[in-house]
C-alpha cells in the first residue's frame, strides 16, 4: 500500500466514525448507523465516481474501504469514552482525510480527461458531499451551507495542486503543498471561528 | 415471463401501492404520487444500477415496470377501501417483493463480476433504498433507520443464498431457501416487534 | 452557438437565480448558495444523464454551463434589488428554461436509444428534478409534489413533440408547438391558479 491508500483508508475509518456518532445521536439502529457511516465515509467518492463515469465506483472493488467503514462503526459503537478523549486526533485525522479526498477526487476527474475547473469541483465534491448524504439522510440542513470554512480549504488546496503540477512542480510536493494549506486553513479558522459570508 | 419476472412485477406493483398512500397522507397531488410510488418501487434497483454501472437503468429498457408503478398509483387512488380489507395480502405481497429483490440485486452484482459481499451489500439495497428515497422525498428520516428487522432480513436470506450457491446447491433451491429465510424472519419480528439494538 | 444552446444556457442562468435567491433566504453562506444553485440549475439534467447512462455527465465537457451558474449566483448575489423589479421577465425565462430542458432531455432519451414513453419521462425529469434535489438540500417537501401544473406542462409539451416527429412533422416546428404548450400551460394555470388534483 502506498502512503497515499493510507491516508485514504485512515480518512474513511475516521469518517466512518463520526458518522454513527451522528447515528448515535440520532438513536439509529445498527443498520441505520452502517447507512450513515456509510455514507459519510464513501458517499462523496460515490457521487464523483458517478459523475465522472466510474463504474462500479471504487470501494466496489476493494474490500478494505468496507473493512474500514465496518471498524469505524465498531469503534464507535464499543469505544465511545476513549473517541471522547481523542477528540483532537480525530479532528486532525479527520482534516487529513479531507485533504486526502480531494487530492484523490482531482486526480480521478483528470484521469477521465476532465478540465482543471472540474477536476477542482470533483475534489471537493469527494471531501465534503459525504457529509452532505449524511445530513439528508439524518433529514437535517446540511451543516456545511452554513457554518465552517471548510469546502473553502479544499478549493485552496487544490488549486494549488493543480497550479503547482501545471508549472510543472514535483508531484509529490504539489500533493505535500496542498495538504498543508488544507489543514493550515482548516486548524485556522475554527481556532479562530471564521465562517464564510453569507450570501 | 419466468416465476422470477412475476415476483418481481409483483413487488413492483405493492411497493408502488405503499408509496402512494404515504403520498395521500401528505396530500401530495398525482405527480407527487406518481414520483414518491416511483422511487419506492423502483428507486433501490436504480441505485444498485447505477452503483454496479449499468446504464440505461434496467426499468428504462421494458415498459411492463412502468405500466406496474402506474397500475399501483392507480389501485391506490381509486380502491383504498379494498386495500384497507387487503392489508395482511399486501403485506405478504411487499415481503415476497423485498426476498425477490434482495436475490435480483445480488445476481446483477454477481454478473457484473463483483465479490459476493458486495454483492450481498447490492441486494439489501434493491430491497431497501427504494424505501429510504421515499421517506427522503417525503422529509422524512428513513423509517428503516429506526425500525423493524428488514435489512437484518434481506441480510440473512442473502448470505444463505450466497453460501448455498458458493456450496454448489442448486440455484433454485438456493433462492427458494433465500426467500422463505427473508419471509419467514420478517414475519416472525412484526409478529413478536423484535428491533434491531440501537448503536 | 445554436438558438437552442442558447435558451439552454438562458434557463440554466435564471434557474440558478432562483436556487441562489432560496439559498439567500435560508441564510446559507457563498458554498451553500452555489451548491444550491448548481443543483437547481444543472440537477436535473444531471440526473437525467446518470439514468440514460451518459458519464461524464453533460455539463462536465462544456465550460459555458458553469459559467452560466456561477453569473446566476453572482446576479443574484449583487444585484437582488434589480432582481425584484424583473420578476415577470424572470418568470418568463424561467419557464423558456423548463421548455427547452424538456426538449432536451427528449431528444437525449431518444439518441441513447429508449423508447418515446422513457424520453418523455427523462424530457420532464430534466426540467423538474433540479427544483426537487433543491428542496431536498433545503430540507424540505419538494413543492412540486403540491404545487402548480408543473409537470402536467411539461407532459403536454413533450407528448406534442413525440407525436409531431412521429407524424412526419419538421424538427423545428415540433419543438416549436411543444415550447409554446408548456410556456402557455404555465402561464394560464399559475395565472388562473389551477392546481393538479390530490390523489
Not at 439502529?29 to 456509510?38: M, P, Q, S, T
Not at 459523475?51 to 471504487?58: K, R
Not at 479527520?94 to 483528470?110: C, N, S, V, Y
Request: charged residues 10%.
Amino acid at each position: 500500500m502506498t502512503i497515499i491508500t493510507i491516508l485514504d483508508l485512515l480518512g474513511t475509518f475516521v469518517f466512518a466514525i463520526s458518522g454513527s456518532l451522528v447515528a448515535r445521536n440520532r438513536e439509529f439502529d445498527i443498520f441505520g448507523a452502517l447507512v450513515v457511516a456509510f455514507a459519510t465515509a464513501l458517499g462523496g467518492g460515490t457521487i464523483r465516481d458517478l459523475l465522472i463515469g466510474v463504474a462500479p465506483v471504487g470501494w466496489m472493488l476493494d474490500a478494505k474501504y468496507l473493512v474500514a467503514v465496518i471498524a469505524g462503526v465498531g469503534v464507535a459503537a464499543f469505544f465511545s469514552t476513549i473517541l471522547l478523549k481523542l477528540r483532537k486526533t480525530l479532528f486532525l485525522f479527520d482534516t487529513i482525510g479531507i485533504g486526502i479526498f480531494t487530492l484523490i477526487g482531482i486526480q480521478k476527474a483528470l484521469a477521465q480527461g476532465l478540465s482543471p475547473g472540474v477536476a477542482l469541483m470533483m475534489g471537493i465534491v469527494s471531501a465534503v458531499f459525504g457529509g452532505v448524504v449524511r445530513d439528508i439522510l439524518c433529514n437535517e440542513v446540511p451543516l456545511i451551507f452554513r457554518k465552517e470554512i471548510y469546502a473553502t480549504a479544499c478549493l485552496a488546496g487544490g488549486t494549488i495542486y493543480l497550479v503547482g503540477i501545471h508549472l510543472g512542480v514535483n508531484n509529490t510536493v504539489a500533493m505535500v503543498a496542498c495538504m498543508l494549506l488544507i489543514i493550515g486553513i482548516r486548524l485556522i479558522s475554527v481556532m479562530k471561528k471564521i465562517a464564510l459570508p453569507k450570501i
